[in-house]
């Protein structure tokens, strides 16, 4: 079946450094998600990408869709407290309605 | 004002017992969805209803059973609680069906014990 995993699983930075998780997919992707839960919260939509090779900026987080729709990443600069949180991507199952999450990597910013 | 909500936002029950959680979303969104995010954070979609009509049915047992009184509301219904239900449901709504923006709510965490 379609699935989709996510590294590294766990990543902990010295506050200022950069972070970067990768996604990818078994199947090839009409589009991808990335969202972002905070310890004790609830996922929040980040941003979609949807075309081959897309690159995208919110401030100090860069997210990239591979040239094959396969993978993705998000690249975090200069991390800051406030980055703490679980990031996940997300993409259509099959190309339905549904959705497949992948599993999440945690990511820790010691102060 | 909250968009999505749920309740309640904790639930301790005993194996056996029957429990439900409702959820509310006041954005106008035509669809709603059940998650369940277990002790690993891994979060798995569990039922979408768009316009009260059921869309998506995941492989989930039978014990538990949605019901969507109108587009604003979808409730989880689960009969003869075990150990294995316990987690963190979520409900989210998005715009239409297949829309990826979707918004959770705070989610209901259940113990079961």
């Known amino acids: 079946g379609q699935q989709v995993m996510q590294i590294p699983q766990y990543q902990h930075v010295q506050e200022g450094e950069d972070f970067t998780t990768y996604c990818n997919s078994s199947t090839t992707l009409s589009n991808i998600q990335w969202y972002k839960q905070r310890p004790g919260g609830h996922p929040v939509f980040l941003i979609q990408?949807?075309?081959?090779?897309e690159v995208k900026k919110q401030k100090r987080l860069t997210f990239q869709f591979g040239e094959a729709k396969k993978n993705s990443s998000l690249h975090i600069t200069a991390t800051q407290t406030t980055d703490v949180g679980t990031y996940f991507c997300?993409?259509?199952?099959?190309?339905?309605?549904?959705?497949?999450f992948g599993p999440g990597t945690r990511l820790s910013v010691l102060p | 004002d909250t968009a999505v909500s749920q309740t309640p936002k904790y639930l301790v029950t005993q194996m056996g017992n029957d429990k439900s959680i409702k959820c509310e979303q006041n954005l106008g969104h035509d669809t709603m969805y059940w998650y369940k995010q277990d002790s690993k954070k891994f979060l798995k979609i569990m039922f979408s209803?768009?316009?009260?009509?059921?869309?998506i049915n995941e492989t989930v047992p039978n014990r538990f059973s949605p019901k969507s009184p109108d587009k604003a509301h979808l409730n989880l219904h689960i009969n003869s609680l075990e150990l294995g239900d316990s987690a963190v449901y979520f409900c989210?709504?998005?715009?239409?069906?297949?829309?990826?923006?979707?918004?959770f709510g705070p989610g209901t965490r259940l113990t079961v014990t």
């Open positions: 989210a709504s998005s715009r239409l069906a297949g829309e990826v923006e979707q918004y």
């Open positions: 990408l949807v075309k081959s090779g």
């Open positions: 997300a993409g259509p199952k099959n190309y339905g309605q549904n959705f497949v």
């Open positions: 209803y768009n316009n009260k009509e059921l869309i």
